[in-house]
């Protein structure tokens, strides 16, 4: 995995994009919560000491179900501190408590202070992370309404975030920046596949070709999932799919779908009655749409791959 520094690099190497990021800026007078149930829990804002406690847990219990979450490296937070930065001000640090007064959310953000008018009622909320919807919602109850501000910015945030859906108005979550993430490229496809899980049971045969870097990846093979036991080895059989390294790589982390990659197909002469086994890929490259129903492993395909993999 690697984040690119130039999207015209790497696609050479068998590199795709597998997640992205986007930066969000609702207005405050927009971005009202919908109604919901008493949080029976509690918010407090603590030091950098209590942060740097609080974000490995949280972290911890947030990586287990996200897609292309990365394990921290060591000292991540160590850098965490309650004094200003130049002319950006301090950050602050908001922690969620459950109703027995574990940590299960955090939120870093800078107060809406600018030395200049243009950007003064700016809050930044620099990172934010909770592992269940009611400390996510808390978190957000009070940066989305707090005084002073005119205007939330949150970059580096989930292209899914779930906010947009509490809000009474989801206009209010305009994008106005968004670009990939974590590329990636599977050396070694059996072994990928079976040290991923999948939500659904299913089984899949697909074939690769064209991986120059990696010979060994360019034949059938057959996936089969079924709770904690994956497989995935080589076989004779007729394939169900063809799809490319790079495409496979993309659909890995489970955060993009086989139906956006089928506009990269390039050749016309791949069987249709084979190539709807995967909806969104076929040929060298993904395709069509559309499973077939004497194949009935197929209808697994699209489960087996685009859930989130822990």
């Known amino acids: 995995m690697l984040s690119a520094s130039e999207g015209s690099i790497y696609g050479r190497y068998g590199f795709s994009p597998a ?22 829990g509690s918010l407090e804002l603590v030091g950098a000491t209590q942060a740097k406690q609080a974000w490995p847990v949280v972290h911890a219990g947030v990586r287990a179900y996200r897609v292309g979450e990365l394990t921290p490296l060591a000292g991540r937070w160590d850098g965490l501190s309650d004094k200003a930065d130049g002319m950006n001000g301090p950050l602050r640090y908001l922690v969620h408590r459950d109703k027995r007064g574990d940590v299960d959310g955090i939120a870093n ?6 030395s200049t008018a243009d950007n003064a009622g700016t809050l930044v909320v620099e990172a934010l992370e909770a592992t269940n919807p009611i400390a996510y919602r808390a978190l957000w109850s009070v940066l989305t309404d707090f ?26 979550m305009r994008i106005t920046r968004q670009s990939d993430n974590l590329w990636a490229r599977l050396l070694d496809v059996p072994l990928a596949l079976t ?76 069987s249709t009655a084979r190539s709807g086994s995967w909806p969104g890929c076929s040929g060298p490259t993904p395709n069509r749409t559309t499973p077939s129903a004497s194949q009935p492993h197929a209808r697994h395909a699209v489960s087996l791959f685009e859930r989130n993999p822990c």
């Not at 405050?28 to 919901?36: C, V, Y």
């Not at 906010?163 to 108005?169: E, G």
């Open 195 to 270: 040290q991923r899980s999948y939500d659904t049971p299913g089984e899949l045969k697909f074939t690769i070709d064209g991986d120059r870097m990696c010979p060994a990846n360019n034949r059938t093979w057959h996936l089969q999932a079924d709770g904690a036991s994956v497989t995935c080895i080589p076989t004779n059989q007729v394939t169900d799919m063809t799809i490319t390294l790079p495409a496979l790589s993309s659909l890995y982390f489970g955060g993009m779908s086989a139906h956006d990659l089928r506009m990269r197909a390039t050749s016309p002469h791949t």
């Open 19 to 40: 997640t992205y990021r986007v930066r969000w800026e609702p207005a405050r007078h927009e971005a009202a919560l919908l109604p919901a149930e008493t949080d029976p």
């Open 147 to 172: 005084d002073l501000t005119k205007t939330i910015v949150a970059p580096g945030r989930p292209r899914d975030e779930p906010l947009r859906w509490m809000l009474t108005n989801p206009r209010a």
């Open 109 to 114: 953000f800078r107060l809406p202070w600018s």
